[in-house]
């Protein structure tokens, strides 16, 4: 038999067809993935992981709700603070407008004076922008004593535990005691009795 002849009969099968074709690893690996997608899925499977996909998403929503509310805390506690601290030291000037007022009181000569009228006003103003401003006045007089908004300079004849008189005006910003009120207390006597006593 020739040569060329032995090639041609090489190149065919044993039958004198085709060559056999080797099965491609790519067609394997489709006919295992059409398998799995057809094969039902784990139903309890499926909804415990959703369950726990749900409730990690509703701990990250709480989670970042609190860290939204603490931050909001924490500012406004901060602005309250920065407040507290820029007002404490206007009051002093506010202290000293109220005592000139109060000494007009003690010379009827100077009261017709329009300066007097002038002192008056800015009083007025200086502490109407300190209301303005969040500050207000802690209520004191006839109040039971509270030693958190309060400072006791005396106790004299008047109910036991309250106070009777205010000797310096106190402030605070919201829950922030800016300056506490000096007062005196009353010590529970009666007041016959401490006149008594006193002379």
Not at 109 to 119: A, I, K, R, T, Y
Not at 145 to 170: K, N, S
């Amino acid at each position: 038999m020739p040569a060329d002849a032995e090639q041609e009969v090489g190149t065919h099968g044993p039958d004198g067809g085709a060559p056999p074709v080797e099965a491609d690893a790519t067609d394997a690996d489709d006919g295992i993935d059409a398998a799995v997608a057809a094969a039902p899925p784990d139903v309890e499977q499926l909804r415990a992981e959703l369950a726990d996909v749900r409730d990690r998403w509703m701990r990250a929503v709480a989670d970042y709700q609190n860290l939204r509310r603490r931050s909001a805390e924490e500012r406004a506690e901060l602005r309250v603070q920065l407040l507290a601290g820029l007002v404490g030291g206007y009051l002093g000037v506010l202290d000293d407008l109220d005592r000139a007022l109060d000494s007009i009181d003690q010379h009827a000569e100077l009261s017709d004076h329009p300066w007097v009228d002038g002192v008056r006003m800015v009083q007025q103003k200086f502490a109407a922008l300190i209301e303005g401003s969040g500050v207000t006045e802690i209520a004191a007089e006839g109040e039971a004593f509270d030693p958190t908004r309060h400072e006791a300079i005396a106790y004299q004849p008047g109910p036991e535990g309250h106070v009777v008189a205010v000797v310096q005006r106190g402030f605070e910003a919201g829950s922030q005691v800016v300056r506490p009120a000096r007062v005196v207390v009353g010590n529970g006597e009666g007041g016959e009795a401490a006149g008594t006593g006193g002379a």
